[in-house]
């Protein structure tokens, strides 16, 4: 398929293919204590070198078993991919989908998103 040329695009570090960036999540490395986490970046303002990836955990879960992470962002030895696992978890499940009928309402939590 031949896109529209001047839409940036970026590479998922999960599955490795090119995407228009907005498509992507975009998530930096940063410093906590003495390791280092992962942290989602979705208005883009984090500073530093940034990596990409879809909003899917299989994405994920991709980069992670292949320690993509650490070669995009250029680190070595592990992250903390916890905040950013989670704010993929959390961006992947359409709210109201529960999957066995659990009872427990989840309080919608409204991620600082531009429109
Ligand atoms: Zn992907």
């Known amino acids: 398929m031949a896109g529209p040329t001047r839409t940036p695009t970026r ?3 999960g599955c490795r293919k090119r995407a228009p960036a907005f498509e992507l999540l975009r998530f930096v490395a940063v410093r906590a204590g003495d390791h280092l ?3 989602p ?3 883009r303002r984090l ?3 940034g990596a990409h990836v879809h909003p899917d955990p299989a994405c994920f ?3 992670e078993r ?8 250029r680190f070595t030895g592990v992250a903390d991919t916890g905040p950013l696992a989670e704010h ?10 529960n999957e066995d009928g659990a009872s427990a309402p989840r309080p919608t939590s409204k991620v600082g998103r531009p429109t």
Do not use: I, K, W
């Not at 292949?66 to 962002?73: E, S, Y």
């Not at 959390?90 to 989908?97: E, K």
């Open 11 to 13: 590479t998922c570090v």
């Open 37 to 39: 986490q992962l942290r």
């Open 41 to 43: 970046d979705p208005n």
């Open 47 to 49: 500073p530093g070198r």
């Open 61 to 63: 879960a991709q980069a």
């Open 66 to 73: 292949r320690r993509a992470f650490g070669r995009a962002l």
């Open 88 to 97: 993929l978890r959390a961006v992947s499940v359409p709210p109201g989908t």
